[in-house]
Nanobody, 115 residues
Framework: QVQLVESGGGLVQPGGSLTLSCAASRNIVSFNGMRWYRQVPGKEREWISTITRGGSTSYADSAKGRFTISRDNAKNTMCLQMNSLRPEDTAVYYC?????????WGQGTRVIVSS
């Protein structure tokens, strides 16, 4: 069973930065890729970013230019560097790993952007 554990959430002022981490219980290069999602209560989970096994990255429009996804294969960890945070970035952020046809989720880490 794969376990994904997110960390790094918290309270940050608008314009500030946070780095989220996702630690996996297995070698992350075994996955086809990994993703970050976020969810606000009452809304659908929103895809934020993907990093594939080959290292290709993609971002939602809401994240482009502000967020950077990365991974450390040696530590089996994926990260999301978030800069220029806005109040609308407030959400629970989830780590996802996929190895077709399966996918795995973390428990989420809460980010609050507020002054």
């Amino acid at each position: 069973q794969v376990q994904l554990v997110e960390s790094g959430g918290g309270l940050v002022q608008p314009g500030g930065s946070l780095t989220l981490s996702c630690a996996a219980s297995r070698n992350i290069v075994s996955f086809n890729g990994m993703r970050w999602y976020r969810q606000v209560p009452g809304k659908e989970r929103e895809w934020i970013s993907t990093i594939t096994r080959g290292g290709s990255t993609s971002y939602a429009d809401s994240a482009k230019g502000r967020f950077t996804i990365s991974r450390d294969n040696a530590k089996n960890t994926m990260c999301l560097q978030m800069n220029s945070l806005r109040p609308e970035d407030t959400a629970v952020y989830y780590c996802n790993a996929y190895l077709f046809p399966s996918e795995y989720w973390g428990q989420g880490t809460r980010v609050i952007v507020s002054s």
